[in-house]
Each structure stands twice: as C-alpha cells, then as structure tokens.
C-alpha cells in the first residue's frame, strides 16, 4: 500500500495496472487530496476493516474479486460510501450494473484526468445516504459501441436506471433511439410493465390522437367498440413516443396536459382516465428551431427535455463500424439460416470510411445483404455495395502510413539484429500480391499489369511467399 499526503479527503485507488494508479495519484495528489493505492480488492477490503475512506475509485475486472463484486461488499458493509468506477472494457452491460450496484459515477478508460478529480471532489462533498432499492437486471438490450460518445450514452443510460424521468432522446434516423429507449425502461423499476412504442409519424393525423387516447363506442364513424390508447395500454410502464417533433399542434397541447395532470379523456369521453406513465420521446428534429418556427409547443419542449441523450451519427463513431458490422453478420446469419460471414480486415476499413447515411440501420440491413449476396465465407472489397467501394483513398493513406510507422517503431525496439527491410518487404509484396488478385478475380496477366510486373515475375514471387493460386 502506497501512502501520499493527506488532505480533507482519503480516496482509496484499486486497479491491477500499476501505471492508473500512479497517473491518479499525482493527478489527485496536484489537487491537495491524500490517496491510498491497493492493486486488488482484497487488500482494500481488510484496510476497510480499520478505516474508511472517503471515496474509492475502483477498476471493474481485476484478478480475484473484481470491481462489481467489491460494489456488493461495500453496500453491505458501508452503504454511504462513495464508489467511483473506471474500466478498459465499457460497454451498456458493465454501466448498468454499476449503477445498479451503487456506483457513484461510472468513467471507461481512457478517461479524462481532470474529470477524475474533478468526479472525486463532486464525491467527497456529496452525501450519498438514502440509496433507491435495486431492480433486478433485465435481458441487456443489443446495443454495443466503444466509441466515446457511445461510453456517454451507456453513462447516462446507467445514471436513469432506477428513475421514472422524462426522457428526450436525440439523434439522426436509424441511429437506434428506441434501443435506447427500450434499454432506460428494461433497467428501470418499470421493467415488469409493459413499454409500449409508437411512432407519431407514421400514423395518419385523424387516427393519432385515437391510438393515443382511445376512443369510446360511437365516438366517430367506424367506431363500433370501446378501445384503450397507448396511454391506457402503458400505464405503470413506458410510453416511447418516436419522432415527437411531427406531432400535430391541437395533439401537443393534448399530451402537454397529460404530462402535467396524468389524466385525459377519451375521444367521445366523459369521465377522465389517470394514469401513470412514463413517456420517452424521441426525435431526429431540432425541437428548438421548431419551436421557432411555430411548429412546436416550446412549453411541451421543456415539459419533455427534461433530461437529454444525444446518440451519435455511424460517422461519429467509426471505430465501431466493424464491431458491429461483425455483431449483425452472426445475427443475420441466423435469421436468413446462412453460415456466418468473416469481415476481412481491409473490408473493414473501407466500412470504417463510408458515411453511413442510415447509420446503424443501413448497417444491419448491408449485413443482411452480404451474407446472402457474398459468394465466400469472407467479405471482401469486391463483395460490397458499388457506392461502398467507391471511396477516395487519400481518406485511408494516412491510417496506413500512421500504423505502418508505429509498426516499423515497435519492430525496430523489439529487434535490433534482423534488418527491418527484411521482414517489411516481403510482407509489403504479399499484401499488394493478394490484393492486385481479388481486385482482377484472380487473373494473373491483369494482377501482374496492375502491379507493374510481368506474369513470371508475378509467378516468382508468389512462389516465394507461398502465396496460393487459388
């Protein structure tokens, strides 16, 4: 155990990786806050037994009892204690089950240091009695990403997960807001009520306010029966109102007064129907522009902006682009009874420089068509969409060079006997061989012209490199 100064404040820092807790030492240790560093929980938990910190931060996967596990210890045995949670391995799951587990604040490496301290001071002045009971964990919802605007989505998702606050979800088209939307009411404590969607768009204006409301027997022509709203349908649940900002005026004011009185008529009602509902909207509109514009109730705005989460454009999170092309090629496989697809690494990159102006959906839906349409068991260039392959290269020759760079580094400290050149051309000619083939459907003649050789000298290198004809 590492002592530093002391200070108002004792943090207690556990993480296996020596390197995060000297880094959050000397960044707590500049801010005038006295740290004690363990490099598993164990040890921190038999210190526990003589003091108590102020605050703990805490990594989740380490050797032996990991960061959730010690969530649970710590509940038990001192409630009140604030737990700062970093990890390497960020996803919607491990954020969730922080939150749940109690976690203070939830931060996936690489983290900001500044917002480290500035997260411990926020701990240290807080009193954190009083926790909400936990729900249990519900099936995950499928929504992956390891992009950094992704970690701030599974944050906030982490953070609503046992309230019942209106929530405004943002984001372009296909960009997955009702996941989203579905993952706040799965770790809330409404997940056993029903979550009921509708898309306000997609339904005529004369029959919205209907499938909203209800309507009573003989309210209009072809109403030959008493019927439930969505309202109605999602009480003690999730109200999930997609693309809000298309909803007709005289309707906004209508779900306004339901918002504020949790009440409302039927159409052709009398007798007013409570409820007690949880409404999520979401929209790929900028409501303040329509509100403006007129076109939007700037009341109902802030009646259902209440707490706001943003999801990110495809293009703004590219380094996602192959985990999840890879996530719906297994799924898409098993819904068309396909045998699975292998994404080629230069595939992927060429996927990673694309704009994606469907963004997730298109992604899923391109998945399903190469597993159908891709003749191999790999996807390759040839395999993609016409506009997919057609990208500019300059967009790509920096990525190559960058990593060819960091390469030759890494080679050149690992080794300094074997000439670098030795191991570098040969594998310079075999990717530049395989690929001058897939581009010609394995003609040599038209490979070797590419290249800028001729056939037998084509012949010989393959040859050399073992390089298969097939």
Avoid at 101 to 124: H, M, N, S, T, W
Avoid at 292 to 301: A, C, G, I, N
Wanted: aromatic share 4%.
């Amino acid at each position: 155990m590492i002592e530093t100064n002391s200070s108002n404040c004792d943090v207690w820092i556990i993480d296996d990786d020596s390197s995060i807790r000297w880094v959050l030492e000397k960044a707590l240790a500049k801010a005038g806050i006295a740290t004690s560093s363990f490099e598993n929980a164990e040890d921190a938990l038999l210190q526990l037994e003589n003091c108590q910190p102020d605050v703990i931060i805490s990594d989740i996967r380490m050797p032996g009892m990991g960061g959730l596990e010690l969530l649970e210890r710590l509940r038990e045995e001192t409630p009140d204690l604030p737990v700062i949670v970093i990890t390497a391995h960020s996803d919607l799951d491990s954020a969730v089950a922080a939150y749940h587990g109690g976690a203070f604040e939830y931060l996936p490496k690489p983290f900001d240091i500044e917002e480290v301290v500035d997260k411990v001071q926020r701990a240290c002045r807080q009193d954190v009695g009083g926790r909400v009971a936990d729900v249990p964990l519900a099936e995950m919802p499928e929504i992956i990403g390891e992009a950094p605007a992704m970690q701030e989505v599974f944050r906030a998702i982490g953070k609503l997960a046992r309230s019942n606050i209106t929530v405004l979800v943002t984001g372009e088209t296909g960009t997955g807001k009702e996941l989203v939307a579905k993952a706040l009411h799965r770790h809330s404590p409404r997940a056993a009520n029903p979550f009921i969607a509708i898309n306000t768009a997609a339904i005529p204006r004369d029959l919205l306010e209907s499938e909203l409301f209800g309507h009573e027997r003989g309210a209009f022509t072809g109403a030959t029966e008493r019927r439930s709203g969505r309202f109605e349908q999602a009480d003690s649940g999730t109200l999930f109102l997609d693309e809000i900002g298309d909803m007709p005026a005289d309707l906004q004011t209508r779900l306004l007064r339901v918002l504020a009185d949790g009440e409302f008529y039927r159409v052709g009602g009398r007798k007013p129907i409570k409820v007690d509902v949880r409404v999520i909207a979401a929209t790929h509109q900028d409501l303040e522009q329509l509100v403006k514009e007129k076109l939007f109730r700037e009341d109902l705005m802030h009646r259902l902006n209440v707490i706001r989460i943003h999801i990110p454009a495809l293009r703004e999170r590219r380094e996602d682009i192959p985990l999840l092309m890879n996530k719906f090629l297994v799924s898409a496989a098993e819904e068309l009874n396909e045998g699975p697809k292998e994404l080629l690494a230069e595939t992927a990159l060429q996927l990673r420089h694309f704009d994606w102006p469907g963004n997730v959906r298109q992604l899923e839906n391109t998945a399903r068509l190469l597993t159908v349409m891709a003749t191999g068991k790999s996807v390759h260039l040839r395999d993609l969409p016409p506009e997919m392959q057609k990208i500019d290269s300059s967009e790509i020759r920096g990525e190559w060079q960058a990593a060819l760079k960091l390469w030759a580094a890494q080679m050149l400290l690992q080794n300094d006997d074997q000439p670098l050149l030795d191991s570098a051309v040969p594998e310079f000619e075999r990717i530049m061989i395989e690929a001058a083939l897939e581009s010609s459907g394995g003609k040599k003649n038209e490979a070797a012209l590419r290249l800028g050789w001729g056939r037998n000298t084509l012949t010989r290198k393959m040859q050399a490199l073992d390089i298969n004809e097939g």
